[in-house]
């Protein structure tokens, strides 16, 4: 899940909720909204492998 912050920036935020503080854990801040894109795929690949 991306969403964009007010400074601009974009934030790739975990799908599940983490049990322990019931938010989304925080996977790394992008100047672009592409940038996040990768970074989301490349999180999806190495889930898998």
């Given at each position: 899940m991306i969403?964009?912050?007010k400074s601009g920036?974009?934030?790739l935020y975990s799908k599940?909720?983490?049990p322990?503080?019931?938010k989304r854990r925080n996977?790394?801040?992008f100047d672009?909204?592409?940038?996040?894109?990768k970074h989301e795929r490349?999180?999806?690949?190495f889930k898998r492998h």
């Open positions: 969403r964009k912050l920036e974009y934030r599940k909720k983490d322990k503080t019931n996977l790394g801040t672009s909204l592409e940038a996040a894109k490349d999180v999806q690949y």
